[in-house]
């Protein structure tokens, strides 16, 4: 969410918010929205944009191009790059969940 549109709660909001979270399930009433059964259309993260930071970053030249000669047409290399740092960050952060159980 950008800052510029987001505005911080007000104490009301804030307590509405933390007594909504108190209640149980059972005392939510769901009955004007639907139970949705079919979820063939759905799309995964279609709304979430994760936060970027814009940096200046030195790999090998033979990993770039690599990368690069991976690409399809419809993501940058970029995209790549980052989602294979993403998956090895998950990786290490699920074995340092799992060693310390």
Not at 10 to 15: G, K, N, P, V
Request: overall charge positive; hydrophobic content about 30%; cysteine-free.
């Amino acid at each position: 969410m950008k800052k510029e549109n987001s505005k911080r709660l007000t104490r009301e909001q804030q307590a509405e918010l933390k007594s909504l979270a108190a209640l149980p399930d059972s005392a939510i009433d769901t009955s004007d929205a639907p139970e949705l059964l079919d979820w063939s259309g759905a799309r995964r993260g279609a709304f979430y944009r994760p936060v970027k930071q814009q940096l200046t970053l030195r790999l090998d030249a033979d990993v770039v191009a690599w990368f690069r000669s991976q690409t399809k047409s419809s993501e940058g290399y970029q995209t790549r790059i980052n989602r294979a740092l993403r998956e090895y960050v998950q990786g290490q952060t699920s074995r340092s969940r799992r060693s310390r159980v």
